[in-house]
């Protein structure tokens, strides 16, 4: 059985390996607290360790984290893997498949806003799909309250508004 923190990587990597969107912080920490692997604070160390040494990178949008596994990472998971015990991967692939969907809408259906050159609030809404973008919309607002709103409201409205403009457009 590998060291703790060694384990705690390669749980990381087999999960973001077995995926094809990234994971956020908070589906890591929920896999690994669950099931006891690791305290919060040992889980947020390993994986700030692990993006300094470039084996997962991070993509941070408004408030969450996302992580995929680098090419390094990949290639230090198959030297690896035997390591991780066949309890350990299927409870990984039972924890992957009872949360498929969240983890592809949180990573496919994307919402973030910023400040404009005009002081005025822009919200960029993006669908994506196997790494391509099939809609990005971005509105200008006055407040950063109504940006704000925009980003939240999006993961439940952009099927409909998807499918209006597909209407209206075709």
């Known amino acids: 059985m590998p060291q703790p923190q ?8 087999y999960m ?15 896999f ?8 919060y604070f040992h889980l947020q ?4 360790d692990m993006t300094q040494s470039q084996l997962i990178s991070a ?22 893997t035997n390591e991780l015990s066949d309890v350990i991967k299927e409870e990984i692939q039972e ?13 496919t259906i994307l919402a973030d806003y910023y400040k404009t050159t005009t002081q005025e ?9 196997r790494n391509a973008t099939i809609m990005d919309l971005t509105l200008t607002v006055p407040t950063e309250d109504a940006a ?17 403009l597909m209407e209206e457009l075709l």
């Open 6 to 13: 060694t384990l705690y990587k390669l749980i990381i990597l």
């Open 16 to 30: 973001l390996d077995s995926v094809k969107h990234p994971l956020t912080n908070s589906q890591i920490a929920n």
């Open 32 to 39: 690994m607290l669950d099931h006891d692997y690791t305290s």
């Open 45 to 48: 160390e390993t994986i700030s």
């Open 59 to 80: 993509n941070f949008i408004r408030d969450t984290s996302y992580y995929k596994i680098t090419e390094e990472g990949t290639i230090t998971l198959s030297y690896f």
């Open 95 to 107: 924890y992957l498949e009872e949360h498929g969907a969240e983890i592809r809408n949180r990573a």
């Open 121 to 129: 609030y822009a919200a960029r809404c993006q669908v994506k799909e």
């Open 148 to 164: 704000k709103s925009i980003c939240r409201n999006w993961e439940n409205k952009c099927q409909d508004i998807y499918a209006y």
